[in-house]
Protein backbone atom coordinates (compact mmCIF):
# COMPACT_ATOMS: atom_id res chain seq x y z
CA UNK A 1 0.00 0.00 0.00
CA UNK A 2 2.83 2.90 -1.08
CA UNK A 3 1.81 6.13 -2.99
CA UNK A 4 3.04 6.75 -6.22
CA UNK A 5 3.29 9.79 -9.17
CA UNK A 6 0.26 7.82 -10.54
CA UNK A 7 -1.81 7.01 -7.48
CA UNK A 8 -2.44 7.84 -4.02
CA UNK A 9 -3.68 4.59 -1.50
CA UNK A 10 -7.04 4.94 0.20
CA UNK A 11 -5.59 5.59 3.63
CA UNK A 12 -4.05 8.33 2.35
CA UNK A 13 -6.79 9.86 0.28
CA UNK A 14 -9.07 9.18 3.28
CA UNK A 15 -6.56 11.03 5.69
CA UNK A 16 -6.41 13.72 3.61
CA UNK A 17 -9.79 14.52 2.77
CA UNK A 18 -11.06 14.17 6.44
CA UNK A 19 -8.56 16.64 7.50
CA UNK A 20 -9.84 19.24 4.59
CA UNK A 21 -13.41 18.84 5.74
CA UNK A 22 -12.67 18.94 9.75
CA UNK A 23 -9.97 22.32 8.83
CA UNK A 24 -12.00 23.94 7.04
CA UNK A 25 -15.43 23.38 9.66
CA UNK A 26 -12.71 24.56 12.46
CA UNK A 27 -11.95 27.56 10.42
CA UNK A 28 -15.59 28.58 9.75
CA UNK A 29 -16.41 27.57 13.25
CA UNK A 30 -13.47 30.14 14.25
CA UNK A 31 -13.84 32.79 12.62
CA UNK A 32 -17.61 32.53 13.47
CA UNK A 33 -16.71 32.89 16.83
CA UNK A 34 -14.77 35.78 16.50
CA UNK A 35 -17.52 37.80 14.37
CA UNK A 36 -20.42 36.82 16.86
CA UNK A 37 -21.47 37.61 20.42
CA UNK A 38 -19.62 34.98 22.81
CA UNK A 39 -20.74 31.56 23.30
CA UNK A 40 -19.30 29.47 25.62
CA UNK A 41 -20.67 26.01 24.23
CA UNK A 42 -19.28 27.13 20.86
CA UNK A 43 -15.72 27.82 22.22
CA UNK A 44 -15.93 24.22 24.19
CA UNK A 45 -16.54 22.84 21.06
CA UNK A 46 -14.03 24.66 19.21
CA UNK A 47 -11.40 23.62 22.19
CA UNK A 48 -12.24 19.80 22.12
CA UNK A 49 -11.97 19.08 18.65
CA UNK A 50 -8.88 21.29 18.49
CA UNK A 51 -7.44 18.90 21.18
CA UNK A 52 -8.42 15.88 19.59
CA UNK A 53 -7.17 17.54 15.87
CA UNK A 54 -3.89 17.33 17.74
CA UNK A 55 -3.84 13.78 18.60
CA UNK A 56 -5.06 13.07 14.74
CA UNK A 57 -2.30 15.41 13.80
CA UNK A 58 0.49 13.03 15.45
CA UNK A 59 -0.99 10.39 13.37
CA UNK A 60 -0.88 11.83 10.45
CA UNK A 61 2.54 13.09 10.31
CA UNK A 62 3.89 9.50 11.60
CA UNK A 63 1.83 7.93 8.21
CA UNK A 64 3.04 10.68 6.21
CA UNK A 65 6.75 9.53 7.10
CA UNK A 66 6.11 5.85 6.59
CA UNK A 67 4.16 6.91 3.29
CA UNK A 68 5.57 9.78 1.60
CA UNK A 69 4.17 10.25 -1.85
CA UNK A 70 5.88 12.00 -4.93
CA UNK A 71 4.33 15.30 -5.65
CA UNK A 72 3.21 15.38 -9.40
CA UNK A 73 5.30 18.85 -9.22
CA UNK A 74 8.80 17.13 -8.73
CA UNK A 75 10.74 18.06 -11.84
CA UNK A 76 8.76 20.76 -12.24
CA UNK A 77 9.32 24.84 -12.04
CA UNK A 78 6.56 24.93 -9.30
CA UNK A 79 8.39 21.71 -6.75
CA UNK A 80 10.07 24.42 -4.54
CA UNK A 81 7.08 26.37 -3.68
CA UNK A 82 4.95 22.89 -3.60
CA UNK A 83 7.41 21.44 -1.17
CA UNK A 84 7.36 24.91 0.50
CA UNK A 85 3.62 24.94 0.90
CA UNK A 86 2.86 21.69 1.81
CA UNK A 87 5.71 21.98 4.60
CA UNK A 88 3.55 25.01 5.71
CA UNK A 89 0.67 23.66 6.15
CA UNK A 90 1.29 21.28 8.05
CA UNK A 91 3.82 23.63 10.10
CA UNK A 92 0.14 25.73 10.59
CA UNK A 93 -1.35 22.04 11.56
CA UNK A 94 0.49 21.91 14.38
CA UNK A 95 1.40 25.37 15.51
CA UNK A 96 -2.69 26.82 15.05
CA UNK A 97 -4.15 24.20 17.96
CA UNK A 98 -0.87 24.66 19.81
CA UNK A 99 -1.63 28.92 20.21
CA UNK A 100 -5.25 27.87 20.38
CA UNK A 101 -3.90 25.28 23.84
CA UNK A 102 -2.34 28.39 24.81
CA UNK A 103 -4.93 31.30 24.50
CA UNK A 104 -7.04 28.63 26.61
CA UNK A 105 -4.53 27.45 29.16
CA UNK A 106 -3.08 31.15 29.87
CA UNK A 107 -6.22 33.14 29.52
CA UNK A 108 -7.33 31.61 32.68
CA UNK A 109 -10.85 30.21 30.92
CA UNK A 110 -9.00 26.73 31.46
CA UNK A 111 -9.60 23.75 28.60
CA UNK A 112 -12.45 20.88 29.37
CA UNK A 113 -12.36 18.61 26.30
CA UNK A 114 -15.67 16.69 26.12
CA UNK A 115 -16.41 17.99 29.88
CA UNK A 116 -12.93 16.54 31.29
CA UNK A 117 -10.56 19.17 32.62
CA UNK A 118 -7.44 19.22 31.19
CA UNK A 119 -6.57 22.70 32.75
CA UNK A 120 -7.95 24.50 35.40
CA UNK A 121 -9.85 27.78 35.43
CA UNK A 122 -8.16 30.57 37.35
CA UNK A 123 -10.90 32.19 39.57
CA UNK A 124 -10.01 34.81 41.68
CA UNK A 125 -11.89 34.95 45.38
CA UNK A 126 -14.73 37.36 44.31
CA UNK A 127 -15.43 34.83 41.38
CA UNK A 128 -13.82 36.08 38.35
CA UNK A 129 -12.02 34.33 35.69
CA UNK A 130 -8.13 35.95 35.26
CA UNK A 131 -5.49 34.97 33.30
CA UNK A 132 -2.42 33.19 34.95
CA UNK A 133 -0.25 35.24 32.54
CA UNK A 134 -1.98 38.20 29.98
CA UNK A 135 0.91 38.82 28.07
CA UNK A 136 1.54 34.83 26.87
CA UNK A 137 -2.56 35.23 26.23
CA UNK A 138 -2.65 38.16 23.90
CA UNK A 139 0.35 37.29 21.82
CA UNK A 140 -0.82 33.43 21.76
CA UNK A 141 -4.54 35.48 20.77
CA UNK A 142 -2.79 37.17 18.14
CA UNK A 143 -0.93 34.35 16.47
CA UNK A 144 -3.38 31.62 16.72
CA UNK A 145 -5.72 34.49 14.34
CA UNK A 146 -2.86 35.20 11.87
CA UNK A 147 -1.85 32.07 11.05
CA UNK A 148 -5.34 30.97 10.33
CA UNK A 149 -5.65 33.29 8.08
CA UNK A 150 -1.88 32.47 6.31
CA UNK A 151 -3.28 28.78 6.68
CA UNK A 152 -6.41 30.01 4.78
CA UNK A 153 -4.68 31.53 1.65
CA UNK A 154 -2.50 28.58 1.76
CA UNK A 155 -5.85 26.51 1.60
CA UNK A 156 -6.95 28.50 -0.96
CA UNK A 157 -3.65 28.38 -3.43
CA UNK A 158 -3.78 24.60 -2.35
CA UNK A 159 -7.72 24.31 -4.13
CA UNK A 160 -6.98 26.70 -6.98
CA UNK A 161 -3.61 24.64 -7.77
CA UNK A 162 -5.66 21.81 -7.66
CA UNK A 163 -7.73 23.42 -9.93
CA UNK A 164 -5.26 24.19 -12.25
CA UNK A 165 -3.78 20.93 -12.78
CA UNK A 166 -7.43 19.41 -13.08
CA UNK A 167 -8.43 22.20 -15.71
CA UNK A 168 -5.39 23.68 -17.44
CA UNK A 169 -2.94 20.98 -17.50
CA UNK A 170 -5.04 18.48 -17.78
CA UNK A 171 -2.90 15.95 -15.49
CA UNK A 172 -3.47 13.53 -12.96
CA UNK A 173 -3.22 15.41 -9.87
CA UNK A 174 -6.80 15.92 -8.91
CA UNK A 175 -8.17 12.25 -10.05
CA UNK A 176 -5.45 10.66 -8.20
CA UNK A 177 -6.35 12.24 -4.91
CA UNK A 178 -10.21 11.16 -5.77
CA UNK A 179 -9.04 7.70 -6.44
CA UNK A 180 -9.48 7.99 -9.89
CA UNK A 181 -6.48 7.10 -12.02
CA UNK A 182 -6.19 8.06 -15.34
CA UNK A 183 -2.76 7.67 -17.22
CA UNK A 184 -2.13 11.28 -18.94
Request: glycine share 4%; net charge positive; aromatic share 12%.
Amino acid sequence: MTDKATSINTVTRIIHWSFALFLICMLCLGFYMINTQYSPDLYQIHKSFGVLFCLLMVMRLIWRIKNPWRSSSQDTNNARLVTYTHFMLILLMGLIPLTGFMISAFSGFGIHVFQLQIVPENVTANNKITPFNDVIYQASKTLHYVFNCIFSVLILGHLLAALKHHLILKDNTLTRMLGRYSNN
